[in-house]
Every structure is written in structure tokens, then in C-alpha cells.
């Protein structure tokens, strides 16, 4: 009898996508909620996004054990920051924690693909995107995730910001109003729903300004 293989490995892709657009005075940052193994959907109700600071929001896909592991260890950090210095940690702060902890685990690294929204020390709208080892870069608008391919190119399309070789430096943000990011962002979603199976079930957007944090939600295609 041959021997047979198992190839066993310690990652998993749980599918969905998450997408975040930086204004004047505001940040949206939106996530679907199914969560899937192949060709199986493990839950359609899994909320990609977490709130680590009062002016940050997180957003995460991948494989979700390593994104909870990750969430843990930004939250504790944070916590041992905000006891030290006696205030919460700003969007730019916590982009460059996020960096750095994932390049700490560069050799066995979270297999997760994060954008980090929310506002800066001047109250304008900031959004950083990663890869899974801490490479980041402040942008007006990004996605990550199983949809990421199907999004990023209509985003490019609509909101296409200046060249960062562009001398002097052009500002990232993007020029739509609140409104119409949000429906930018919904748009998005539910385009990327019907060509992505890992992508579905609900969305979920969360708003950042000065008035502080707000929640929406959208109904997505459910097969």
C-alpha cells in the first residue's frame, strides 16, 4: 500500500473583505460578515471590525483565529499605553503599533490582511493599509481581503488619489462628502458580492467624525 501524505498546515483563509475611505473630517470602514472555510460558510454573522481606540477602528481578514490573536495583543499594548501616558493612543500611533507587531511575527507571521481608519491629531481622515508582515502606507482609500482584486480597481476608478512622488505632497484624502462614500462603500459591496463567494451575508460600515463613532448596516446577497 503507497503511503499517503497529509499536508497539514497552521493557516487557514476565512475569506471576506474589508474596505475603508478617508474624508476631510471623517473615515468610513466597512466589512462583510460571512466567514467561510473552502467551500463551506462557518458563520454568516462574524463582525470583522473592532474598535481599538476612540478615533481608531480596525478592520481584518485572513484567517480569523491569527486576526483574535492580533486584536488581543493590540488591545493589552494599548491598555499598558493609555496606563503610562494617560491618554489613548492617536490613528498614526496605533498604525505604527500594528506595524510593528506584525513585523515582530515576521518569521511565523498573522495571517492577516488589515486597513486601520479612523482620524489623526488634526481631526482629518486617515486610513493605513498592511500586508501580513507590517509593510504599511497611509492612503485615501483601501481594501483587503477575498474581494480586494474586484474592489481596489473601481475604487482606483472613482477616487484615484495624486501620485505620493507628486512634489509638493498632495494630500491622501478623498474628495466625496460623508454620504456619498458611504454609498460609494455599499456600491462597492455589493458589486463584489456577486462575483466573490467568499464575500456576503451582511455589511457592516462604521462612521468616524467628530461626533464620534456610528454604525450602519446593508442586507448583501445570502448564496
Known sequence: MPKQQVNWSPYDNNGGTCVAVAGADYCVIAADTRMSTGYNILTRDYSKIIKLADKCVL???????????????????????????NKQMSCPAMGQLLSNTLYYKRFFPYYSFNVLGGLDNEGKG????????????????????????????????????????????????????ESEAIDLVKTCFASATERDI???DRLEIVVLNADGIRREEMDLRKD
Open 59 to 85: 478592520a481584518s481578514s485572513g484567517f480569523q483565529a491569527d486576526v483574535r490573536a492580533l486584536q488581543k495583543v493590540l488591545a493589552a499594548r494599548h491598555l499598558i499605553y493609555q496606563h503610562q501616558h
Open 126 to 177: 486617515c486610513v493605513f493599509t498592511y500586508d501580513a508582515v507590517g509593510s504599511y502606507e497611509r492612503v485615501g482609500y483601501s481594501s483587503q481581503g477575498s474581494g480586494s482584486t474586484l474592489i481596489m480597481p473601481f475604487l482606483d476608478n472613482q477616487l484615484k488619489s495624486p501620485s505620493p512622488l507628486l512634489l509638493p505632497a498632495k494630500d491622501a484624502v478623498t474628495p466625496l462628502s
Open 198 to 200: 467568499y464575500t456576503g
